[in-house]
Structure formats: C-alpha cells, structure tokens
C-alpha cells in the first residue's frame, strides 16, 4: 500500500542537480569516502551549495595533508570555474572534516602534522566561498583538537555524546612551540582562554562584567564570576552544553551526518565517492533473492572490481526470497568501500519488476535511481519502481517482520538515508510526520508521531509540513514520492537515461555476464544434462559393484551423483560449498586408498586432484581464464601444497622418530617386532593350532579384499591377503603368521 500522503504538502528538499561533474581522486584513508556534485545544466536560479564530507582519520600522518590537498584540486576547482562563468548561480562550497569517522574517538598524538593539517583548512578559506566545517560526534582530545579549531564552524553532537579538548593534562603540559600553534589559532577566533583551557590546568575560567572570558591569573585581576566546572586543576574537555554556551560551536546540535547536509542544504552526493575516470559495470538481478543469487551477484562484483571497475550499476529486477539473503548481501554492498584505498560507487536502478526485499540493496547503495510509470492513452506501458511493498511478504513470514525491520533500518542509516523511512516500511503502527525546524529554515526532517509530541509539550523545535505514513499500513514510496524525499537520486524512464544522466555512454558499460560457474550451474540443471549423470552414476555405480576392487568406475559415480544433488540444491552456484563436497570426496578416497586399498593408484591420485582443486577453487575464487589469472592461481594455491608435503614430511618424522623420544614413545604401541633391549628379536606368541597352518593350502570361503575368511578342512579362518583381490574359491598358501595375523597369498 502506498503512503496517503501529498507530496506538496512537504518542503521539498534542496534542488538535485541533474549531471554530475566528477573530480579527481586520491585512494586516502581506508574508510576515504568524498564526493561532490556540480551542475551544468540546471538554471542559475536552481543552483545551491555544494560540498564534499572527508573523514579525517584517528591517525594523522605528514601524509594527510597533501593527500587531501590532491583530492580536494579537481572539485575545487570546478567549483571556482562555475564560481567565475556564473557567480550568482552558485552556493558556498563546504568541506565537511568528519572527526570521529564510523564514530571512533580521535586523539592523535603527532603535534607537526596536526599542525600541518591546521594550517592548510585555515588557508583554504581565505578562498572566496570556501567553507570548512568541523564536526565532531565523538572525543576529541590531544592534538586532534588543533586542525578542528582552525576550521570556520565547529558542529558537536548532542546524542551521541560529543567532548573537545584535553589536548594535555596537569602531569604533561605543552611545550612552548606547540602552545603558540593554539594561541595562533585561539586569537583568530575563539576567545584565548578558552582555549588554553584545555592544555593548561591552572587557568581559571572568568566570565567579566563586559560579557568576555578571561583568566584569574591574569593581573590586574579581572572582576567577573568563576565559570563552573573550568576552575584549576584540570584540563577542560568541554560537552556541547558547555561548548555551546560558552561560543565553542554552533548553538544547535548536529548529531549525524543527514543533519549536517540538511542544515547547509547540501545534497547526498556530497557523500558519494569523487570518480575521474570511469569503469562501469552493469549487474543485473532477476527472480528471488536467496543464498543462490547472493552468491552470483558476490561473484560478478568481485570480477568487475578485479577488472578496476569504479561504478557499479545494479539493475534491480527482484524481490521475496530470503530476508537474510538479501541483508546478507545489502551488508556486502554497504561496505564495499570500508577496506578500499580507490572508492567504488554503487548505484541501485530499481525497476518496476522490484519489490519488498529489492529494498535491502537498494539502501546498501550510494545512489537510487527509479523507474517512473509510463502511460499511454490511458494504458499502462510500463510499471513504476517502488520501495517497500512488503505487506504480502510480512503475511507469509509474520515472525520475520521485527528482525527485518532493524536489519533494513540499520542499512538505511548506514548510507545515510532517512532510518525512520526504512523502519516504517515493516511498522504498520508507526506514524512519520515531514517537519522543519522553526529556529533554522534549513533543517527538515522526518520524524514518527510520538516525537512530535512530545517536541510541542517540550521545547517546540520542529514544525508538522505533512504526514508521510499514517498508521495501520506500510510504507510503500513510489517512484516520485522517493525522490522528492531525498530518498532517490533522480527518475529515469529506462537504463539509456540513466547512462546519459551519469555521463557514462552505454558502449562503455560492462556487463557482467555469467561466469563459468552459473555456466556449470545451468548446465548441469538442464533435464537432459541430469538424465545423463543419473544413468551414468547408476552404471558406474554396478560396474564398480561388479569388479573387484575399488577403482575408475566407482570415483566416477561418486562425483555424478555429487554434481547432480549439488546443482539441484538449495546452495547450487555457490563455490564455497562445491569446494567443500569436492574436499570431502577426495579426503576418502585418500582414505580408501590408505586403509582399504594396497598400493597407490587410480582412488589416491584421483583424491589428491579433487583436494587440491577445491583448496584452489576456495583460495582463488574462480577458474582461471588467462595466463596471468593462471599465474595468479598458481600463487593462490601455492602456500596450500606446501601445507600438504610439509604435512606429510611432518607424519614421516613422526612415525620414523616419535617410538624413539623418551616419554613421547608412550603416546604409541610398541611393535612386537622391536628387539629387546639385548638385540634379539622376541618369538611372536603363536598358539599351536595356528602355527600348524604355516605352509597350509585351503579356498577362500569370501571375497579377500584383503581381510576375508579361507576354509582349511572344516574350519574356516580370519586371514589377509598379500597383494591384490582375491575372488571366492580360489586356492590359497599360508606364507607368514605374526601372532593372530595370518597372511596368505593365491596359488
């Protein structure tokens, strides 16, 4: 059910630009992830701000500097280019510096290049129009505190908690040189005790009668009353209470990255990675989303970013399957960038033919782009994408429902889109109200019912514009809907447009075909391919049964009816499981081969070929196509035979040493053939009975394969041939008895 609401009734949100104008990048941190959007095509009127959020990682190096000066030369400047042809069509540039990336705390302890980092975001905003934020959602402390005092603006979070300062402590106060890099900074915009506050404990905090700060010890002694909690004795690590009201940082808190963009009115792609030369690739997902897809979809990525692709396209045509397939693979697509020096950007098309689980994907992506609704004298051409839509799927998984809905929700959040909006997607009680603050014009957003509540009987922050959900359904977003939320990138009619709105051509556009597992897949599923291998199977199967021994035959219908039951299964098309059943296979034909089978032949060979092919296909992820991938494979499976010969070389030593090491040799038994500590062999215990059998001619009662049962006379007798099968009824000689062991050979 879509949500009954009029999208006018909401304040729409900052203009989208229509065409991206990329910028140069340098793989920075491993979490590195900036971006900015420029138009070319819009209206000056329709122009705004635009941006780029850096993280600033925990710990900087004499590097930090020069790589953000490399990745920031392209977007700025585009930005001054569009600043010069048009100087009123075009906002202020920010640069948002993230303090506590994935809101870890930042306390770097190297004084040059917090300085270094300091002086350069100073410098950049004696450009026209430059804006360098600061925003910190964590602890601050120690020299991290100097580059965030050197931006324009310092935004702190409310919830989570935010704290600033501690750069010393009592027991190790700054040096000279590095308390004049702060004093430096404090004169230019801050007041200069507040700062030292943080990195002297003996300053005293006073607030004059002229409504300035000063320090107690100053003299003459300043007439003013002492600020709470900044007396001597400690170092200040000041909260956004005190922060705030002392005129650290804004007087309103930003408590995550959403509402940073919404209060300077910059858009998502301010998040999206900043690509120069584009390498893009089209994957495209069709029928339900299960362990099967999950594993194609993961396969084909990683080809494409093997072959240096920056964009990832997906072409959504899915939906029901598994809900913890499709998080499984949502968690995949989000951190696709986490571990990465070079960002890849994802960009989710969502079809019409997408519905209820399509939405686990297409919030893991960067981008949403949708396919409208075409008609035509009032016939429908073409089916509009939506997001959501999961009632039919909530009525038959009803006990999945909570679970799905903090996993799409954590998601959401995740790449920065509207959590609440994800959540009443499979809350059918939630109410979500589009509001807008009274005290900033520019922050909006979406909030359920009870929180607007309980704002009015409170502190009457935010304004109702308009109800996006009401109660006792889901939320459902079509296409329009979604992008005058924020939520979608832009509305396409088809995958040609949305090619000509990222400014790729669609020449230059990989497709990430089938690889030779869903070749393998689909072929061994075909009726007539699973007709062959089951009668193959059943006829290597009776051949194997009918011959003596365990050999060709018998390998051969293990691995038909391996195949067979594998390609039909629930885990068809994924290689970690084929690899595992391969690995199975071959470690008990070495065991047959072992144990069971004298000599080595055709079952060990063949079991060490099927061990070491799956520890490849595991180790390498596919079968190699090229030389250099052959190469590549050799190297993959390299450290793994030699793990197996240094295995075997270690069993040697053991077997050949181990009976010799005092106190080790009592883990093992003691052959019966080991002489005696006087050199001479000990006489095996024979009974009598069996000592008269030595020499003794008698007919193999069973198949001796080797143990079987020989009939001597009357009697029949356990024995073990020496050397190969020996078939019922034949003729054989006692040669050797050891203790009960009686061995025999055909004659």
Same mark, same amino acid.
């Given at each position: ?66 790589? $953000? =000066?490399?990745? &920031? ?47 350069? $975001? ?23 505190? $100097? ?61 004059? =009668? ?67 030369? &584009? ?7 069709? *029928? ?209 447009? &949305? ?5 790729? *051509? =669609? ?33 290597? &199967? ?151 059998? $030595?020499?003794? +001619? ?9 143990? *079987? ?21 034949? =003729? ?9 062991? +009686? ?5």
């Amino acid at each position: 059910m879509t949500a009954n609401f009029s999208m006018q009734n909401l304040v729409r949100q900052p203009a989208v630009f229509a065409k991206t104008a990329r910028a140069a990048a340098v793989g920075w941190w491993g979490t590195f992830c900036i971006g900015l959007m420029l138009s070319s095509s819009l209206s000056a009127q329709e122009r705004g701000n635009v941006g780029l959020v850096v993280p600033i990682p925990t710990t900087l190096t004499t590097e930090a500097t020069s790589r $953000l =000066r490399s990745a &920031l030369y392209g977007p700025l400047r585009r930005y001054e280019d569009e600043c010069s042809r048009d100087p009123k069509g075009i906002g202020y540039f920010y640069l948002i510096c993230d303090f506590n990336p994935d809101n870890r705390d930042n306390a770097s302890e190297e004084p040059g290049a917090c300085q270094t980092l300091a002086r350069y $975001l100073r410098d950049l905003q004696k450009k026209q129009g430059i804006q360098v934020l600061a925003f910190v959602h964590g602890n601050v402390t120690r020299h991290a505190v $100097l580059p965030v005092l050197a931006c324009s603006e310092i935004l702190l979070s409310q919830q989570p908690p935010a704290h600033l300062g501690k750069v010393a402590d009592a027991q190790h106060p700054l040096e000279r040189l590095d308390r004049l890099a702060y004093e430096d900074l404090a004169n230019k915009r801050y007041p200069a005790v507040l700062v030292r506050k943080m990195y002297d404990a003996s300053v005293e905090v006073l607030k004059g =009668r002229d409504g300035l700060y000063h320090d107690a010890n100053e003299k003459p002694l300043p007439a003013g009353e002492p600020v709470s909690g900044l007396g001597p004795g400690e170092t200040a690590l000041y909260s956004f209470e005190q922060a705030s009201k002392l005129g650290l940082c804004q007087p309103m808190p930003c408590n995550n990255l959403d509402e940073v963009l919404a209060r300077y009115r910059l858009p998502r792609s301010s998040l999206y990675p900043a690509l120069d030369h &584009l390498r893009a690739w089209h994957i495209h997902l069709k *029928g339900p989303i299960n362990g099967e897809m999950n594993e194609r979809v993961k396969r084909r990525i990683r080809q494409a970013l093997g072959e240096k692709a920056n964009v990832l396209i997906l072409e959504l045509a899915c939906g029901g399957g598994a809900s913890q397939a499709a998080h499984d693979l949502a968690v995949f697509l989000s951190e696709l960038n986490d571990q990465r020096r070079e960002p890849v950007e994802t960009i989710a098309y969502v079809t019409g033919r997408a519905h209820d689980t399509a939405a686990f994907l297409a919030f893991a992506c960067n981008k949403i782009v949708m396919q409208r609704e075409i008609k035509q004298n009032g016939q429908l051409i073409q089916e509009g994408a939506v997001l959501g839509g999961f009632e039919r799927y909530v009525r038959a998984h009803p006990d999945q429902e909570a679970t799905m809905r903090n996993s799409l929700a954590d998601i959401a959040e995740k790449k920065h889109y509207p959590r609440i909006l994800a959540e009443g997607m499979l809350d059918r009680d939630l109410c979500i109200c589009a509001v807008k603050s009274k005290k900033e014009e520019s922050a909006r957003k979406y909030i359920s019912k009870a929180e607007l509540e309980a704002d009015q009987q409170g502190e009457q922050r935010w304004q109702s514009v308009g109800v996006v959900k009401e109660e006792n359904q889901y939320l459902t977003l079509t296409a329009e809907q979604a992008h005058e939320m924020g939520v979608a990138r832009e509305v396409v009619s088809n995958f040609e447009e &949305l090619c000509e709105l990222e400014g790729i *051509g =669609r020449s230059e556009i990989h497709t990430a075909d089938s690889d030779w597992l869903d070749g393998l897949v689909d072929f061994l599923r075909d009726p007539w391919t699973s007709m062959v291998l089951v009668m193959l199977g059943i006829t290597c &199967l009776i051949l194997e049964l009918k011959m003596p021994g365990i050999g060709l035959p018998g390998i051969l219908s293990a691995v038909c009816f391996l195949l067979f039951f594998w390609s039909h299964s629930q885990v068809s098309g994924q290689i970690v499981w084929l690899a595992f059943l391969l690995f199975l296979l071959g470690l008990i034909l070495i065991g047959l081969e072992i144990f069971v089978v004298p000599g080595f032949g055709v079952t060990g060979i063949s079991g060490i070929v099927l061990v070491l092919g799956s520890i490849g296909l595991v180790a390498y992820g596919h079968w190699p196509r090229s030389n250099e991938e052959w190469i590549g494979y050799g190297q993959a499976l390299g450290p793994f035979a030699l793990s197996i010969v240094a295995a075997i070389l270690s069993a040697f030593l053991l077997v050949r040493y181990l009976p010799h090491i005092p106190y080790a040799n009592r883990l093992i038994l003691k052959p019966q053939e080991e002489p005696d500590e006087f050199g001479e062999e000990p006489a095996a215990s024979i009974h009598p009975d069996m000592a008269a059998l $030595l020499g003794a +001619i008698g007919v193999a009662a069973t198949p001796l394969r080797p143990a *079987g049962k020989v009939q001597f006379g009357e009697d029949f007798v356990d024995v073990v041939a020496e050397g190969s099968y020996v078939l019922p009824g034949a =003729r054989v000689q006692v040669i050797e008895i050891e203790g009960n062991r +009686i061995v025999v050979k055909e004659v």
